[in-house]
């Protein structure tokens, strides 16, 4: 049971806008920033979104991130194949513990 | 460009210890004075879970349901930091990342880079 939660799956087509929930309390999410991690299949997990909304370089613009009380979302537009990956949602707790979700495959049909 | 690299057995026996190494490579802990070092681990089809972190001068943070179990060290002379966990059980076979922390006191703590992770295997 991870303290983060997230929905386990999300799908879209090619050039929708998918958006991934992550629900939180206040010790985490309501009182830090929220970041985000996209794992493609095989590979170690990229940090995508920084301090809710922050992209690092490199990152596409079509990634967005969002924060509000003690939830956050991360938006994916112009969904491409490309995009198929877990995403996980982390944050840090009032007691200086990480946690994370339990992370959203993203399917692009 | 900053790089990790974790090593150690990929096999593991009930009951003993689990210990890996993360070689740095592409920068130095020792003048890294705003970042943290980690690990955190992923179990099969599962998903992702902190081990812990520690500071170039020592300072560990373990998550709490792994204290008592976890000992995290830093070796700045050869650019390394380690991992160990004892009195494993099949519940700790995952794949094992290593990573660099931003400040997580003041800032949001996020993990960037991540080394390319390690399987390890808890089995007679």
């Known amino acids: 049971q991870s303290v983060l939660t997230q929905p386990p799956s999300a799908s879209g087509t090619p050039g929708q806008m998918v958006t991934i929930s992550c629900s939180g309390s206040?010790?985490?999410?309501?009182?830090?920033?929220v970041n985000w991690y996209q794992q493609l299949p095989g590979t170690a997990p990229k940090l995508l979104i920084y301090s809710n909304d922050q992209r690092p370089s490199g990152v596409p613009d079509r990634f967005s991130g969002s924060k509000s009380g003690t939830s956050a979302s991360l938006a994916v537009s112009g969904l491409q194949s490309d995009d198929e990956a877990d995403y996980y949602c982390?944050?840090?707790?009032?007691?200086?513990?990480?946690?994370f979700g339990g992370g959203t495959k993203l399917t692009v049909l | 460009q900053l790089q990790l690299q974790e090593s150690g057995p990929g096999l593991v026996k009930p009951s003993e210890t689990l210990s890996l190494t993360c070689t740095v490579s592409g920068g130095s802990i020792i003048s890294s004075t705003s970042h943290y070092w980690g690990w955190i681990r992923q179990p099969p089809g599962k998903g992702l879970e902190w081990i812990g972190s520690?500071?170039?001068?020592?300072?560990?943070y373990y998550t709490p349901s792994l204290k008592g179990r976890v000992t995290i060290s830093v070796d700045t002379s050869k650019n390394q930091f380690s991992l160990k966990l004892t009195s494993v059980t099949a519940a700790d076979t995952a794949v094992y990342f290593c990573a660099r922390l931003y400040d997580f006191w003041s800032g949001s703590g996020e993990v960037d880079p991540w080394g390319q992770g390690t399987l390890v295997t808890v089995s007679s």
């Open positions: 520690i500071y170039y001068n020592g300072f560990t």
């Open positions: 206040s010790s985490n999410i309501g009182s830090n920033p």
């Open positions: 982390a944050a840090w707790d009032d007691s200086l513990n990480g946690v």
